[in-house]
């Protein structure tokens, strides 16, 4: 079965900083397009980071500089480190696979919460 | 970045009555070397994550009812529910794959009336 779970969210001061997990099975890591979507209380869903199979990665604009995407191929796992968290960061944070190759997202984990 | 916009942003619908709901992007996102539309439908339950109903604007996911179907192309998009069930209260988001950064609609939330 294809799942992704995340882990690694928490209550963090502004400024601080936190790595979140997305562990995978059913499938490899390292040869999928991967990303990191989030979803502030009560609001919709907004992309924030990708990682492509050959490793060029993508950021949101509001989080260009301070988040770092990355996957250890050992561990079939995602990662994405915050730093520098404001509380507008304050969100459930998804990782969701590419499909067949492309952007649209499947499947998707069911999240971890950080709070700022 | 490509904006998307859904329409209405809530609906109430009857039992077995036909659910519509819109998606405009601020941009073409038809390939034409391939003829693909780069547009994604989700459902996502209170709750949940969201689920991949639709992509390539009208290919239906496997497993999901065949009461859901996309349509649209170029800019203009639309995801019918055929006859509403209880268990389609959601709330639906188009997206666009056509290019970096994906983008999201904000999102319509369906109700029973």
């Known amino acids: 079965e294809v799942q992704l779970v995340e882990s690694g969210g928490d209550l963090i001061q502004p400024g601080g900083s936190l790595r979140l997990s997305c562990a995978a099975s059913g499938f490899t890591v390292s040869t999928n397009y991967m990303s990191w979507v989030r979803q502030a209380p009560g609001k919709g869903l907004e992309w924030v980071s990708l990682?492509?199979?050959?490793?060029?990665?993508y950021y949101a604009d509001s989080v260009k500089g301070r988040f770092t995407i990355s996957r250890d191929i050992s561990k079939n796992t995602l990662y994405l480190q915050m730093n520098s968290l404001r509380a507008d960061d304050t969100a459930l944070y998804y990782c969701a696979r590419g499909r067949d190759g492309y952007n649209f997202f499947d499947p998707w984990g069911q999240g971890t919460l950080v709070t700022v | 970045d490509i904006v998307m916009t859904q329409s209405p942003d809530s609906l109430n619908v009857s039992l077995g009555e036909r659910a519509t709901i819109n998606c405009k992007s601020s941009?073409?996102?038809?390939?034409?070397?391939?003829?693909?539309?780069?547009l994604a439908w989700y459902q996502q339950k209170t709750g949940q994550p969201p689920k991949l109903l639709i992509y390539?604007?009208?290919t239906r996911e496997s497993g999901v009812p065949d009461r859901f179907s996309g349509s649209g192309s170029g800019t203009d998009f639309t995801l019918t529910i055929s006859s509403l069930q209880a268990e389609d209260v959601a709330v639906y988001y188009c997206?666009?794959?056509?290019?970096?950064?994906?983008?999201f609609g904000q999102g319509t939330k369906l109700e029973i009336k």
């Open positions: 997206q666009q794959y056509y290019t970096n950064p994906p983008t």
């Open positions: 390539w604007a009208s």
């Open positions: 941009q073409s996102v038809l390939y034409n070397s391939n003829n693909k539309n780069y």
């Open positions: 990682i492509y199979s050959g490793g060029d990665t």
